[in-house]
């Protein structure tokens, strides 16, 4: 008896923190797994552990160059993207490359592979929101020219040429908009608000906080983001799916927060400029990924602050 062969999917920016995840996901649910990252940013150790399976390969590869996959691909997940404001700041060009240039040759790839495709979005694609909480049918409020504005674009570009793809050639395509997210394998330095208070409350340095530190956000824990991306990915449903958590905080909130799981810390809350196009809010309507995907966030944002903190503080201490 002939074992039926694995379904065979790509994950691009493997070693990063989503990508590594979702690599561990699919390797648990029985696919094979091709890790794909130029490392500008991703971190091997992410995804070390992988290597011992013969289920997983990883090529090093940058997806803004022609992208050459030999054999047969059913799915492609095309995570690769500077994705910190800092990260973006500091490499403009690689971030629109890797979500235009990059997606379209992802695309072609699926095209000849008639592969589905994957493609993260971002709640950026909502910019500096007028309307809260956001759901898919709001445009956005996006400054095209700002600091944010080479993800901003370049997500958007991708969702554009996503579904070009999806209605002039019949890809079968996904799009999901992914909200802050957090958890292990966040770069400690990639200058996000967690990392960033996290890593100050353990070496009891200032916390950063940008602003008044009125501005808000609604933080995902990472496993309920993985589990609401597999659930996308085999639905049926081509139009962009919000996948985050609504629980909405203030950003000095969620210093305060830190400090009171960092329970031994002598960090004090400092206050500076705030960014230029900084999001004042930002929550997502949810209702669609419950209705069409059946998904809802479960993790409770103390217990998720505790594991990222366990996992920061052994980083740390490495
Ligand atoms: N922020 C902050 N201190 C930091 C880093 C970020 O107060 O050290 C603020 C930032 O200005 C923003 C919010 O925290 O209002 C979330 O920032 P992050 O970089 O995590 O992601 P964003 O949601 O802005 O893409």
């Known amino acids: 008896m002939s074992e039926k062969k694995k379904e065979r999917v790509l994950i691009t920016g493997a070693a990063g923190f989503l990508g590594s995840h979702l690599c561990d ?3 648990g649910e029985g696919f094979e797994v091709i890790g794909m990252d130029n490392l500008i940013t991703g971190d091997m150790e992410n995804i070390q552990h992988l290597f011992k399976n013969e289920d997983f390969e990883f090529y090093h590869h940058d997806v803004s160059k022609f992208v050459h996959v030999p054999g047969k691909l059913d799915y492609i997940l095309h995570f ?5 404001p800092i990260d973006y700041l500091q ?3 690689q971030t629109l490359k890797v979500g235009s240039l990059g997606t379209h040759n992802l695309l072609g790839l699926a095209k000849a592979k008639k592969a589905r495709m994957l493609i993260a979005s971002t709640s950026e694609v909502y910019g500096d929101p007028l309307v809260n909480p956001q759901p898919e049918e709001y445009w956005g409020n996006v400054n095209p020219i700002g600091p944010r504005g080479v993800y901003d674009e370049a997500k958007r570009f991708q969702e554009a040429i996503t579904m070009a793809y999806h209605t002039y050639h019949g890809l079968e395509t996904r799009i999901v908009r992914i909200f802050n997210t957090y958890g292990p394998r966040m770069r400690i330095n990639d200058g996000r608000a967690l990392p960033a208070f996290f890593s100050q409350a353990i070496l009891n340095k200032d916390i950063t906080v940008f602003g008044d530190g009125s501005q808000t956000r609604s933080f995902c824990y990472v496993s309920d983001l ?3 991306i597999f659930k996308l990915l085999f639905s049926d449903y081509s139009q962009p799916v919000n996948i985050g958590n609504p629980d909405e ?3 000095l909130q969620a210093a305060k927060e830190v400090l009171e799981i960092v329970h031994n810390s002598t960090s004090q809350i400092s206050f500076h400029g ?8 930002r929550r997502p309507d949810i209702t669609k990924a419950k209705n069409v995907l059946d998904w809802t966030p479960l993790v409770d944002r103390k217990i998720g602050f505790s594991k990222t903190y366990t996992y920061f503080k052994e980083k740390l201490e490495k």
């Open 226 to 228: 993985i589990e609401g």
């Open 274 to 281: 705030l960014p230029k196009d900084d999001p004042k809010v």
């Open 80 to 84: 690769a993207s500077p994705a910190s």
């Open 25 to 27: 996901k699919f390797i």
């Open 249 to 251: 905080i203030s950003i």
């Open 91 to 93: 490499m403009p060009i």
